[in-house]
């Protein structure tokens, strides 16, 4: 399998933290973003939508993080990290719908004022901060309700639906995350996410900052 992506964007590190989580065997082909390549012809041709990640396996093309994170999970079988009974699976591809079209948005929002902007010499516009705390709150304290009992979001062991979910949250104190009212969701993401391999081996550092 080759993935195509940026490894410093939100969803690409998602893919290869979930490919390290599966121990899929996986070459990369790097992209920019910050030169906007996931807009060039080369790209698109690969992702219509033009964003990071893509995967191709062999002549198969697919994109969508989280469509690629369960591939890599049963083309390896790794049943740890996506188990196949039925009311598990469907408890993690919860999480990882709800990921997309809820949480994602909804960090993107401080990732994009409190990192990329003041990163590219643009204001940080407080007002946007201010309208987005509430859905950020309801959100969180909804990962914070489930973490309350759980060391994972399923269970005991890692499995794909934390690797989705901790990814929007990847540059939590840089992009400034208010994640001061969710104990439970705080020691998940600093004990629990930070501690496991397949994360530090992905780290992106303040600046977006890779260490390879
Ligand atoms: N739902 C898509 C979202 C992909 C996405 O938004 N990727 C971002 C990087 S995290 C991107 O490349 N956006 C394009 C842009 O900002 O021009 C997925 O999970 O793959």
Redesign the pocket.
Known sequence: MEVLL?PR????R??LAGLKLVGADYTVKKYD?FQ?E??SPEFVAINP?????ALKDGDFVL??????LQYAAEKVGNINAYPTDLKVRADINRWLLWE?SSW?GSC?VYLVENCVKPLLGDTTDETILANEEENFHKLASILDNRLENSKFLSGNQPTIADVAVAAPMHLHSWAKLPLGDHPNLIRWMTKDIESCSWWKETHIGEGFTLSE
Do not use: G, M, R
Request: charged share 15%.
């Open positions: 940026d964007t939100v969803n690409s998602k893919v973003y906007a996931q807009k939508n033009a964003a990071f990640p994109w969508e993080s989280n469509a690629i997309s994602f993107y």
